[in-house]
């Protein structure tokens, strides 16, 4: 798989995970994560060819609960979380459209 | 009352030897003192556990006790919802959030009456082994005050061993109940993926995350799990017909464990980096299962070195996706003075998560992105099949496997907080359970290791096993002179 340091870009995948770093703690997680990524890099070890892959210990599907009304939080309950609220009733965001 | 075993407690109760309100009076006051070194809790609310406590004990006077263990309080990692009280997951992104709800563990617990107590530290998003990830500071071991009590659910450990509560509820992801229960020296139990419900768990890993009890002793974790487990319809994952049985199994432990076939994993004694201390105390475990009877067998896992790597990808790609909806708009800390959307995010998130929330963040964001998906993501998921094999194959002749619950004994604070891989590799034997979805308990072997410290020895069953874990661990415990 090449060099770890090659392949992994903090900045670029700091962005993506919508994750601000200064330059300090990015050159200390450059570091840790060329050590880690090399780390799991052992898996190329293993031959899975044909091998279909496990997405969870239990293999259960189409888990439906009967679609029946029942009480949901109140927006008050809800509210009182949100880091700021516009009169009471909407949370307040920032612009999502620039200007 | 302190160390008394859920069984006393429940006799001091009905003979009226102490009420609900004594006895939480008891751990709050005991909470309150160990707050300045083994720092076990985050926050205990007094109001909230009295105001159940004095509910508990007029129920009792009216002879409409709720069970037989109504009026005990256990203990709660920080990552489990409790109505009314903070779910902070010892984060700072975290700090403001109250929970508008309980989660379904926690609605169990109060339907037997038990009392949700306090908040008990944890790394940060159960992302650590050590405890030290607290974004509010580390919790020390009960058993040495220069030691890590082990994580995530390191808090939950402490609190069982320091007697501040008789029994916790952790939550385990790749070892995270069993590690510090074994570095604590009290027994700590992952039940089969799916027999407690995830409702109200904040997710670190959905597919490998699993709530389960600590305690001072077996038979308290088999009620404690008994009580918290169950299908539930607003878990999808839950099995649905988990049974509840597990204090029952008890009944039935033996004496000795003729006819109990117990697999050594060859691969997991040849690793290295074990402890001399840890490999004597486990040597003098598996003597005394063979002086019970039990049948020692030599298994393989051939793919058991490939555990780690598999799941620091899988495990840390689930992460990214569950930990992206901690984006500072609709509950918790919002960065301030963010000129845009995409700003408050980035600031939110970079002020709010400690390093190693970030690192595990970015690992998983790497595992998943174009280019990188297969050859990492894809090729885990592919290699966990191999471990469900390997499992398969190694149960297929034997009925537990026993094995360290960790490589040492609790190691120093600090001693690994420079050097994230190597505190990853002290979960080597814990993590495949979680892979696997089989279940696995840690409970203290009798020869201490080095340093005076506990030793955790791990037993390791097939999925919807649990009563036979427990039933092993009954008469192995009851052997070196445990809880009668």
Redesign the interface.
Known sequence: MGDAGDRFDVRKTAELARIELDDESANRLRSDMERIVAYVDKLAELDVDGVEPTCHAVPLSDVLRPDAEEPSFSRDDILANAPAVVEDELVKVPPVIEQ | MKDATLKRLVQALETGEASSVEIVADCLERAERSGKDVNAFLHVDSDDVTRRAEESDARRAAGQTLSPWDGIPVGIKDNIAVKGQPCRCASKILE???S??DAKVVERLAAAGMIPFGRANMDEFAMGSSCENSAFGPTRNPRGLDRVPGGSSGGSAAAVAAGLVPVALGSDTGGSIRQPAAFCGVVGMKPT??RVSRYGLVAFAS??DQIGPLANNVEDAAVLLDIVSGSD??D??S??NASTGCAKALEGAETNLKGVKVGLPKEYFAMEGVDSGVEKSIADSIELFKSLGAEMVEVSLP?A??A???Y??IATAEA?ANL?RF????????AEN??????????S???G?G?EV??R???G???L?SG?HD??Y?????????F?RDFDAAFANCDIMLSPTSPTVAFKLEEKTDD??KM?LADIFTIAV????CCAMSLPSPTLGEGGLPVGVQLMAP?MADETLFRVARTFERSIGGDA
């Open positions: 403001p959030f109250v508008p709800y993926y799916g597919s490998l319809a607003k999808s994952t099995l649905p793919t070195e490939y780690v790597s598999a620091y990808v990214s992206a984006d500072g708009i609709r509950y918790g800390a919002r963010a000129e845009s959307l995409i700003d408050t995010y980035l600031r998130r970079g002020e998560f390093e970030k690192r963040i970015l690992l964001t790497f595992v992105s990188y050859a990492y894809l090729r885990a998921l592919k290699a966990r099949t191999l469900r994230p891989l990853y979680n892979l696997t979805g999925p």
